[in-house]
């Protein structure tokens, strides 16, 4: 067996459906937070201290200022398996509250855990994506907190014997940031299960609680303190989506909490090889607010240490509010004393084999910076190869375009341009769309070879995207042949000049850019079929011989 596991008594789900947990918070920290971020809310001023508006600024150039920030991501994927992680409740987001619960998961007395392997598989296919080195024998351990959306009392989870560790993540920056290539460590990659949710009332007075999401399989991978800017931290936590989506192993959408991402930052002097005091930041559904917000605290731990005031940064759990782009105090951070790890009794040790290991290597598929890698190598710019490789389904689209023909270059230049614009309008993913990879390629074609312009082009891919068919049965149905025929281009360039007398004798006195306006009439009087070449060429002679 390559994944060796004790089965566990599964025990009936005894609840109704739609039975419903309520908590009253009015005691308990969460509202005193809820009430606190209203009321700061409410009392501080609007407008940004110029101070923070200036510390933003100089921010980039930390260097400059002496300082440097310090890093680090705790990414939890929330995976798509059928079942829960340790019982057969169905994962299905979505679902009314607390209707896909049972006694394992909610935490009842007798009862037993007994480990999905689809768990295993997923856990197996990520940490062979991130580098990492797995650990053929691993076990799960009890972190023990209080909350109250977590039944049991204590999270199962993975403490001093992860599933993987040591691995890393090759990320490429956008143009836009400033380009280039960099790598980050990778700490290590865990199996865990998640809590219920809370469902905080508009007055903060009291708290419903969904358990559907507890015992819901997640994957915690705790990256190095290697990145340096929120720009390098966002781009991190998104190629970990591309990853999860990439695999499979989950949607990765963090408006749904399916991808979350905490992150803990600390600022030192430079030099100092010791870390500041860290800050972890929750309550991000965005990447760009992870940068935001990872450059608000940079800007106010450096504002601080500036001010002689560095002791006033604690470690703690701070809150990204959106509506005033700051960060508040959520709560004091937990010590790892704090969670009394201990090994997990009723589960076995998940013992690896390397046959399973391999079988799951082999069914991998290319990932994101192997596509990067040899669509920079088809001489694509980096701006097309980070689009490209951004969605598998994108990439997928044009790995098939390419596979019937079609030059790298234009099949690009169509998918990143009229076909996405088309696509975005409409709200519709490439797959959804009535294009097929094979049109794409044919209607490259037929403009490479001249039956048809780029203009003319433009109208056909909108008829394929929304209504499909062949790029042939549109060209004879709209009759969209364009026109290469010298003598019916120089009859219709001939007829524009002589009904623009006023803009022929305006271009003779020197005002040639109204070439492309002649050009423009002509394309106008040819319904956009005559052909750009031999229109310029034409037009061009003409132009000339009358001046």
């Known amino acids: ?181 960099r790598r980050f460590g990778v700490t290590r990659v865990h199996m865990e299960e998640d809590a219920g949710k809370l469902l905080h009332s508009e007055s903060g007075s009291y708290s419903q609680v969904d358990l559907n999401r507890a015992g819901v399989p997640l994957l915690e991978i705790v990256s190095e303190p290697d990145m340096r800017t929120g720009i390098e931290a966002a781009e991190y936590g998104a190629e970990i989506q591309r990853l999860v989506r990439y695999l499979g192993v989950g949607n990765g959408n963090m408006d749904e909490g399916s991808l979350r991402c905490d992150v803990n930052i600390s600022v030192r002097p430079i030099g100092q090889s010791e870390f500041g005091t860290k800050v972890e930041i929750k309550n991000m559904n965005s990447f760009s607010a992870i940068s935001r917000a990872i450059d608000y605290e940079i800007s106010r731990q450096i504002l601080l240490h500036k001010g002689s005031q560095a002791d006033q940064i604690v470690q703690e759990t701070r809150l990204w509010d959106e509506s005033s782009q700051k960060t508040f105090t959520m709560r004091k951070k937990e010590g790892l004393a704090d969670y009394r790890y201990f090994p997990e009794p009723d589960l076995p040790e998940v013992v690896l084999t390397s046959e399973y290991i391999d079988e799951i290597r082999n069914l991998m598929p290319e990932l994101p910076e192997a596509k990067r890698r040899r669509y920079e190598n088809m001489g694509l710019s980096m701006q097309d190869v980070i689009f490209l490789a951004n969605d598998d389904k994108v990439a997928h689209f044009f790995d098939s375009t390419l596979e019937h023909g079609a030059d790298a270059k234009l099949a690009a230049n169509w998918i990143m341009g009229d076909i996405t614009a088309y696509l975005k309008d409409e709200k519709l993913s490439i797959d959804e769309s009535k294009l097929t990879p094979l049109e794409l390629s044919e209607m490259i074609a037929y403009i490479k070879n001249g039956t048809i312009s780029g203009k003319i082009a433009k109208e056909i891919v909108v008829d394929l995207i929304a209504k499909g068919g062949t790029v042939k049965s549109v060209i004879e149905e709209k009759d969209l042949v364009q026109i290469a025929d010298p003598a019916a281009i120089e009859a219709m360039v001939d007829q524009v000049l002589a009904d623009n007398p006023k803009q022929l004798e305006q271009y003779r006195a020197g005002k040639t850019k109204l070439q492309g306006y002649f050009a423009g009439q002509v394309m106008k009087a040819s319904k956009g079929k005559a052909s750009p070449v031999l229109l310029n060429k034409i037009l061009g002679e003409k132009l000339k011989g009358s001046c």
């Open 1 to 181: 067996m390559a994944l060796t596991l004790l089965r566990g008594i599964r025990t009936p789900t005894l609840l109704r459906a739609n039975f419903s947990l309520f908590c009253t918070t009015q005691r308990h920290p969460l509202a005193h937070f809820t009430t606190r971020v209203e009321s700061v809310q409410t009392t501080e001023p609007k407008a940004v201290p110029k101070s923070i508006q200036q510390a933003t600024k100089e921010a980039a150039e930390q260097k400059i200022q002496g300082f440097e920030s310090v890093i680090g991501i705790e990414t939890h994927v929330q995976l798509s398996t059928i079942t829960k992680a340790f019982c057969s409740c169905t994962n299905n987001y979505g679902s009314q509250p607390n209707s896909t619960v049972c006694p394992t998961c909610m935490g009842h007395p007798g009862t037993l855990p007994v480990l999905n392997a689809k768990v295993v598989e997923c856990a197996v296919k990520m940490s062979l994506a991130l580098n990492c080195k797995i650990s053929m024998t691993s076990k799960f351990d009890r972190k023990q907190y209080f909350y109250p959306d977590l039944p049991k009392g204590y999270q199962i989870s993975q403490f001093d014997i992860p599933i993987a560790e040591k691995g890393y993540l090759d990320v490429d920056i956008p143009l836009e940031f400033g380009g280039g290539h």
